[in-house]
């Protein structure tokens, strides 16, 4: 009898190794694609090791030349507008400031600011405006001999703005004469902006008003901040 009992207790402990065995290989021995090759611990994947692409495309930018006439302490300023607008090269933004000066003086003399539209701000329209009102909507006999000197006079980053500040040194006709003015005039656009035009948004001089022609930019209107 006993011998009987030990061989039922043989049979059920084979068959209990048989049952957790089977449970081992298919909990232990199932394969999910997921596994890593053994040795691969430690080794950089492609995604920590390759630059993204956001920064593989984004251009590289050269080393800016401070155009003549611009004080070469602004360099960092300018490095810092170049940074945030990666469009920005101070000569051909000089360039473009220069060819604006003559539009915007002629425009104010002529009375016609029509041909200013995203040329210039709002709150710099409104006071041509009013100056242009105030003599009675009269064309002045004003006239641009030449543009001598044009330099950066200042530039900044402001939020998601950059603004450039150019000084005009020129000499300008009126009906009392020759006159030379330094005229201080900034420029803003959006800092990377597809549209490449930038916006006067405020006029200043260095001269005396007294020594300035008359209405020579807005000398009636508050300048614009």
Not at 65 to 81: C, F, H, I, K, Q
Not at 200 to 218: C, F, V, Y
């Amino acid at each position: 009898m006993s011998d009987g009992n030990a061989w039922i207790e043989i049979v059920l402990l084979a068959m209990l190794a048989a049952f957790i065995g089977l449970r081992l290989v298919s909990v232990l021995g199932k394969r999910t694609g997921q596994e890593r090759p053994i040795g691969d611990a430690f080794r950089p994947t492609a995604e920590i090791t390759a630059p993204s692409r956001r920064e593989a495309d984004r251009p590289v930018r050269g080393q800016l030349a401070v155009p003549p006439g611009t004080d070469r302490s602004l360099l960092p300023a300018l490095e810092a507008v170049a940074d945030a607008d990666t469009g920005f090269a101070p000569d051909r933004f000089l360039s473009g400031a220069r060819s604006a000066y003559g539009l915007i003086l002629d425009a104010f003399w002529s009375g016609d600011l029509s041909g200013l539209t995203g040329l210039v701000s709002d709150e710099v329209h409104a006071n041509l405006s009013a100056a242009i009102d105030a003599r009675g909507g009269d064309r002045l006999p004003n006239r641009l001999i030449g543009v001598g000197e044009v330099s950066i006079h200042d530039a900044q980053v402001v939020g998601q703005m950059v603004e450039v500040t150019v000084r005009f040194v020129a000499r300008i006709a009126s009906a009392e004469g020759e006159t030379e003015t330094r005229d201080l005039w900034t420029f803003s656009r959006l800092a990377g902006n597809p549209d490449p035009a930038w916006v006067l948004i405020a006029t200043d001089n260095e001269d005396d008003s007294a020594q300035m022609p008359p209405d020579h930019l807005g000398s009636d209107a508050e300048p614009t901040a």
